[in-house]
């Protein structure tokens, strides 16, 4: 440049003209090459997730020492000591959101992690935890995964419908200076060690959702394209949110039925959290009300017991912990597995496919993240139970659809077969209350046999006798007759499925066809 403007000055064009004396040279295109000059190097923990703290490093107090002011520390100790630290970390996190309770938890123990392991054999087991959450429109579902972008610096924010599988794990391109084949990384390389939130996961093209399959387990991403065969790593957090198919998730339906998603990618996800929008005064009111006040009073209307510093420097520093696993709660672990697996063989369970080993390798992680969570060395068993009650609430509650108490009717000539409802519609209730329902009758016919074997006398009970003292035990709840009419019929109804569909009482011979003698099946086991 510098010698174009000497020519053109030299031939009188003029010093204003400038770079435009490059056109006498015949240079019409320029290529620029930007360079970084590094002039000094500072550390910008305190905007970082760690917030000074390396989580990696051994505990020590010369560690500490360099990581973290001794104010902080202390605040660190306090935290650790709150009885309800898990109620409070969680609904600091996310103050601007009502309810959903056991999402928030959820998403924080995705934020602790397990711990990562190595086996002999040199295979890597994750430590991290995958959510997905399912829901109707307007549940808040992207407002999670934003919360969890802006608290989380390194995480990665990406849409399912926008995304190829070379965006979301890596791309073989041909550099145009060198004219070499280089890797780009995808979402799931740059949320190394973070989080990769991605929204509208179902509608990500099927191709696409197995190109990530090796990274949600392996936690590693193989390629092998142009001459260029790498095995890079994505150790990630995933957290993913996707809508029912229709717009509303049906509760008639299995999840399965009601995402598009196989069954290999939704079985990596350790946990499934469903959100339907249901009609409640109550609950409507509580959303209402917290929408207004955040859109009038803003900075007001939100209560954190902790700041997002706080909580981030906390998490940074409970995540150098390795929690071990006790030989209790190993126990407690492959008894809570081995009853999962029964369920499975019960017939009134609708998720056997849901049901592996992954799921108690769910479990591990979970229970080793609430270990981390108070700072514990050793997974106790009470960490297991709470994560166990949380891998409850989100697979085995939602994999159970609504029952069809009219569904067993269907197969048989009895004159009541094609009973329905005023609408016109098979009799339906929830899979809780269906549940409710029957282990409250089948106790009372347990106590009941207990009572006779004491006093030598008959073990059965018939079933308007049942179906009375279910009436008689819930009568402080029934509004009226039309009330008390509906609960009848659901009663005889729950009664008939567990004698011919579910096989968990027995008809004695002996008794009257329409209202016969019942027993519990002696090899049942109550829920």
């Not at 306090?78 to 938890?105: A, W």
């Not at 108690?360 to 229970?367: D, K, Q």
Request: include cysteine; charged fraction near 30%; hydrophobic fraction near 35%.
């Amino acid at each position: 440049v510098r010698e174009a403007v000497v020519s053109t000055q030299s031939t009188g064009g003029g010093g204003d003209q400038g770079v435009r004396g490059l056109r006498s040279l015949g240079v019409r295109d320029l290529s620029y090459r930007m360079a970084f000059l590094g002039c000094g190097v500072e550390q910008t923990s305190q905007t970082m997730m760690t917030g000074g703290i390396d989580p990696n490093s051994e505990i020590t107090d010369e560690s500490l020492g360099q990581q973290i002011s001794q104010a902080d520390l202390i605040r660190i100790f306090e935290m650790s000591k709150d009885r309800n630290l898990y109620q409070n970390l969680s609904s600091s996190m996310f103050p601007t959101i009502h309810g959903s309770d056991e999402i928030k938890k959820g998403i924080l123990l995705m934020l602790f992690g397990g711990v990562a392991k190595r086996t002999v054999e040199k295979t890597s087991l994750r430590g991290d935890v995958n959510v997905c959450i399912v829901g109707d429109p307007s549940t808040a579902k992207s407002q999670f995964l934003k919360q969890v972008a802006d608290f989380s610096p390194r995480c990665v924010y990406t849409s399912g419908k926008a995304s190829s599988a070379a965006g979301l794990t890596a791309a073989v391109v041909k550099d145009e200076e060198s004219g070499e084949f280089v890797i780009e990384a995808g979402a799931l390389l740059l949320a190394d060690n973070g989080v990769c939130c991605i929204d509208e996961f179902d509608k990500m093209d099927v191709r696409d959702q197995v190109a990530i399959h090796e990274a949600m387990e392996q936690q590693t991403i193989s390629i092998t394209k142009a001459g260029v065969k790498a095995v890079l790593n994505a150790r990630t957090s995933i957290l993913a949110a996707a809508n029912p198919i229709g717009g509303r998730y049906d509760r008639s339906k299995s999840l399965q039925q009601n995402i598009q998603l196989s069954a290999p990618i939704m079985s990596r996800f350790d946990l499934f959290f469903v959100l339907v929008d249901e009609r409640n005064e109550v609950t409507d009111y509580a959303i209402a009300r917290r929408i207004v006040d955040l859109h009038s009073r803003q900075e007001e209307s939100v209560e954190r017991e902790y700041t997002l510093e706080e909580i981030r420097r906390y998490i940074a520093f409970a995540k150098k912990f390795k929690p071990k696993i006790t030989r209790e709660s190993q126990e407690y672990m492959v008894e809570e597995y081995k009853k999962l697996r029964q369920r499975d063989a019960n017939a009134m369970s609708k998720a056997s496919w849901r049901i592996t080993v992954r799921q108690l390798e769910s479990l591990i992680r979970l229970s080793e993240a609430m270990a981390k969570m108070v700072c514990d060395e050793k997974v106790t068993v009470a960490h297991v139970k709470e994560a166990f009650r949380l891998l409850s609430k989100s697979i085995i509650r939602v994999e159970t659809p609504d029952i069809n108490l009219d569904e067993d009717q269907n197969t048989t000539q009895d004159a009541d077969a094609d009973m329905e409802t005023e609408e016109g519609e098979n009799l339906r209730i929830t899979f809780e209350e269906y549940k409710k329902v029957s282990n409250m009758l089948i106790l009372h016919m347990r106590e009941f046999e207990e009572k006779s074997r004491e006093g030598a006398g008959e073990g059965a009970l018939k079933k308007q006798e049942l179906v009375d003292w279910y009436l008689q035990h819930i009568e402080d709840d029934i509004g009226g007759e039309q009330e008390m009419i509906a609960k009848k019929l659901v009663t005889e109804k729950v009664l008939e499925r567990l004698v011919k569909v579910d096989n968990v009482l027995l008809e004695i011979d002996g008794g009257d066809e329409e209202d016969p003698w019942l027993v519990v099946h002696p090899n049942y086991i109550i829920e």
